[in-house]
């Protein structure tokens, strides 16, 4: 989600114009413990720096997919990390400070913001001018960079059709000289080809040449159904093989995503991620936006294996990663119509509620002995510090931004 977008921009990162400054100085040990307080309406327990927004906004929406009320402070602390422009940050410590051309405003954290705060209702004043600056951020190609101005990539502009669809716009009728996000997807589309096999590519390389992507894949399909985090069971699509596109149309654009993301998953029941240099590994994050994908195309079967791997496997990294990861998963399981609260034996509502305030309203709660346990598993950061390091060290060498606490490089 893309976005998992992480949530993160990262330490030791900068961005000027669209150029990405190699993590050369970030700390080879970091504490995933934050050195300040944190404000008492905030999810998680861990440094929120890279992805408070982005986790308290998935954390808000999946609560409130789940029919509980927020606690009142967790949602003021959301629209309070607003700036007047509309924009949002991954994190402000000060929010009462306004914002100013040192605020690193991102489209991620500012989506992410608007598909919660839409869900909610009552917050039309904050999405509207948020849209807003959203529109302004929009490139020639109909796309969107993790930054104003920066080069546009499948995640970033799949989080942003979730949030137009949120506010009940038209994707495809948000457009930047001609151009719509389904036309910048399109472009990010890969050949039916051994190499590509229909994937989504995160974002070109400098030669041009496109690689499928995971991560951008399960992104590209789910906005190519015009649907956002939380995804509804969409039409049924031909998964047999991958279909040319002879004529552009984001429609067979995901279906295709959605084949290659369906024959990966029947291989493995998960996806893969790696750091350079280091083994393949399950991603879980990727697992569960894939799921979501699948779901939204209408691919129920292919879903239900990794969906079942999910339930079995993905407990400990959950409690490791936090309210985003509760998200996710609870995302995933209300796609495929799976009872969240039953999840492989776990209440994913009871370990979200216990990783932030109370809940306002009725819905599976932790005991205060459970929340203090999962407060300390907790570091808040959707994939952990490690993962964060390892994709600044993926940008320091060209790749980009790898957003939502995944890695954005090339993965099964």
């Not at 994937?199 to 991560?215: E, H």
Request: aromatic share 6%; proline share 5%; hydrophobic share 40%.
């Amino acid at each position: 989600m893309f976005v998992r977008r992480t949530a993160a921009v990262l330490a030791a990162t900068a961005v000027i114009g669209a150029v990405v400054a190699p993590a050369a100085s970030a700390d080879s040990s970091p504490s995933p413990s934050p050195s300040v307080a944190l404000p008492s309406g905030l999810f998680g327990s861990g440094d929120p720096t890279y992805d408070g927004v982005w986790r308290q906004s998935l954390a808000l929406l999946a609560q409130h997919t789940v029919g509980v009320r927020p606690a009142e402070k967790a949602v003021d602390w959301l629209t309070g990390q607003q700036c007047a422009n509309g924009a949002f940050a991954a994190y402000r410590a000060d929010a009462s400070a306004a914002c100013d051309a040192k605020t690193q405003v991102d489209t991620n954290s500012t989506a992410a913001a608007v598909q919660a705060l839409a869900a909610l209702g009552g917050h039309d004043d904050a999405t509207g001018k948020a849209v807003t600056w959203l529109k302004s951020a929009q490139n020639k190609d109909g796309g969107w960079g993790y930054m104003a101005g920066g080069p546009s990539d499948a995640n970033s502009t799949s989080v942003v059709i979730g949030a137009l669809k949120a506010v009940g716009k038209k994707p495809a009728s948000v457009s930047k000289d001609g151009k719509s996000p389904f036309d910048a997807l399109l472009k990010l589309s890969t050949a039916c080809d051994a190499e590509g096999d229909g994937a989504f590519a995160y974002q070109p390389d400098k030669k041009g040449k496109l690689a499928a992507n995971a991560d951008a894949t399960a992104a590209g399909v789910t906005a190519g159904m015009g649907q956002g985090f939380v995804a509804a069971t969409g039409y049924k699509f031909d998964l047999t093989g991958c279909h040319t596109l002879d004529t552009p149309d984001i429609a067979t654009a995901a279906g295709n995503g959605a084949g290659y993301l369906a024959k990966a998953l029947a291989k493995t029941s998960y996806l893969k991620s790696a750091l350079p240099g280091a083994k393949d590994q399950p991603d879980y994050g990727n697992t569960a936006d894939a799921v979501v994908a699948l779901s939204a195309i209408g691919a129920a079967k292919p879903a239900q294996k990794p969906l079942a791997w999910l339930e079995k496997n993905s407990a400990d990294w959950a409690a490791q990663s936090g309210p985003a990861a509760y998200a996710q998963l609870i995302f995933a399981a209300h796609a495929t119509g799976t009872d969240p609260r039953d999840f492989g034996g776990k209440d994913l509502v009871a370990q979200l509620n216990a990783t932030g305030p109370a809940p306002a309203a009725a819905g599976a709660s932790a005991s205060p002995s459970e929340k203090k346990n999962d407060e300390k598993k907790d570091d808040g950061n959707g994939l952990g510090v490690w993962w964060i390091v390892g994709v600044g060290l993926v940008a320091g060498i060209g790749i980009g931004f790898l957003i939502s606490g995944r890695n954005k490089k090339r993965q099964l």
